[in-house]
């Protein structure tokens, strides 16, 4: 797993596109379990505000699913990006 120090101001953009990227690259694929908040805290070097703003955008873009006292998993990044790239129909 690549994760790169964080210097940017806004740093739950960055743990986003980290994220989102590794996700979207295969590095983590369908169904895994991401690690735990604090761990990604650690990794991160953030707080937990961070994490749970990135999260919730990961949501947002389907692409995790969080079951609660469970965990968060990769959700179908296809699906995410057909999702996100669909054109509405009025």
Not at 39 to 56: D, P
Request: contains cysteine; proline residues 3%.
């Amino acid at each position: 797993m690549m994760i790169k120090s964080l210097e940017k101001a806004n740093l739950s953009d960055e743990v986003y596109h980290q994220i989102s990227k590794n996700i979207l690259n295969g590095v983590w694929k369908e169904g895994d379990k991401l690690p735990s908040e604090s761990e990604l805290c650690k990794m991160f070097n953030v707080s937990r505000v961070s994490i749970r703003s990135a999260f919730a955008k990961l949501k947002g873009q389907n692409l995790i699913v969080t079951k609660q006292g469970v965990g968060s998993f990769v959700a179908n990044p296809l699906s995410a990006r057909l999702t996100n790239n669909a054109i509405p129909v009025m």
